[in-house]
Nanobody
Framework: QVQLVESGGGPVQAGGSLRLSCAASGRRFNSYAMGWFRQAPGKEREFVAAINWSGGNTRYVDSVKGRFTISRDNAKNTVYLQMNTLKPEDTAVYYC????????????????????WGQGTRVTVSS
């Protein structure tokens, strides 16, 4: 079992930055691919970014490319989402997720591919 705990959310003005963290329990963290999803008010949860077990492969949704960076520190069992140039439309609850499944094509963009989920951290971007 893996438990995921997100932190780092909060209010921020448009154009600002935040860094989200997701701390994982368990010994096999460095075997897991990790992802970030978000759910805006009144909308379905959507894929934001993912990183494979080594950190050598990443994926992003088009709307955050060039602004967000996903990274991981396997020694600290933590995955990060650096969010720069934030926009009001980035307002959402952000969730981290972990998967032990095979990484190929765009499978990591699907919620069903993930085995473990955190409780979420709220990000509010004001204009």
């Amino acid at each position: 079992q893996v438990q995921l705990v997100e932190s780092g959310g909060g209010p921020v003005q448009a154009g600002g930055s935040l860094r989200l963290s997701c701390a994982a329990s368990g010994r096999r963290f460095n075997s897991y691919a990790m992802g970030w999803f978000r759910q805006a008010p009144g909308k379905e949860r959507e894929f934001v970014a993912a990183i494979n077990w080594s950190g050598g492969n990443t994926r992003y949704v088009d709307s955050v490319k060039g602004r967000f960076t996903i990274s991981r520190d396997n020694a600290k069992n933590t995955v990060y989402l650096q969010m720069n140039t934030l926009k009001p439309e980035d307002t959402a609850v952000y969730y981290c997720a972990g998967s032990i499944r095979d990484w190929y094509d765009n499978v990591m963009t699907a919620q069903e591919w993930y085995d473990y989920w955190g409780q979420g951290t709220r990000v509010t971007v004001s204009s």
